[in-house]
């Protein structure tokens, strides 16, 4: 079977709800997965893999912390992390950013991309996502 793109989207959409995410960020996730796919990028089974791992947990304890980039769970969680970056939440000096553990890190290269973009392609951003380590899954 095939699938839109808007179909994806909107049953990744509903995933993420349904594994204890806000309507916002399950909304993000959503478009998140939706570009991924449109990429040739295996989003929706990241997703899957990663509301696995989540459901029904307190989200809280996957939200890295803005100064260290740490998640007091262990690993961070890419969307928690996505939507944090995007809101201007990390740091605005030189330093480059480190987050050690991220929990299924593709699912963080849109919302890289969408920075990047809103940033006027500002270098940094486009060469950390033209080094990604990420390939297109085979047909």
């Given at each position: 079977?095939t699938w839109s793109?808007?179909?994806?989207?909107?049953?990744?959409?509903?995933?993420?709800r349904?594994?204890g995410?806000?309507w916002g960020l399950a909304?993000d996730?959503?478009?998140?997965v939706?570009?991924?796919?449109?990429?040739?990028?295996p989003?929706?089974e990241?997703?899957a893999d990663?509301?696995?791992?989540v459901?029904?947990?307190?989200?809280?304890?996957?939200t890295?912390d803005?100064?260290?980039?740490t998640?007091p769970?262990?690993a961070?969680?890419?969307?928690l992390?996505?939507?944090m970056?995007?809101?201007?939440?990390?740091?605005?000096?030189?330093?480059?950013?480190?987050?050690?553990?991220m929990?299924s890190?593709?699912?963080?290269l849109?919302?890289?991309?969408?920075?990047?973009?809103?940033q006027?392609?500002?270098?940094e951003?486009?060469s950390?996502?033209?080094?990604?380590?990420c390939?297109?899954?085979?047909?």
């Amino acid at each position: 079977m095939t699938w839109s793109l808007n179909e994806i989207e909107a049953l990744s959409c509903k995933a993420a709800r349904g594994a204890g995410y806000s309507w916002g960020l399950a909304e993000d996730a959503g478009r998140a997965v939706r570009w991924l796919e449109a990429r040739g990028l295996p989003g929706a089974e990241t997703l899957a893999d990663h509301l696995k791992r989540v459901d029904g947990q307190d989200l809280g304890a996957f939200t890295p912390d803005a100064d260290s980039w740490t998640a007091p769970g262990g690993a961070a969680c890419p969307i928690l992390a996505g939507t944090m970056l995007a809101d201007g939440m990390a740091g605005s000096g030189s330093d480059p950013l480190v987050v050690s553990d991220m929990a299924s890190p593709l699912l963080l290269l849109p919302f890289l991309s969408w920075m990047a973009s809103a940033q006027d392609g500002r270098s940094e951003l486009v060469s950390l996502i033209r080094r990604s380590p990420c390939r297109p899954r085979e047909p």
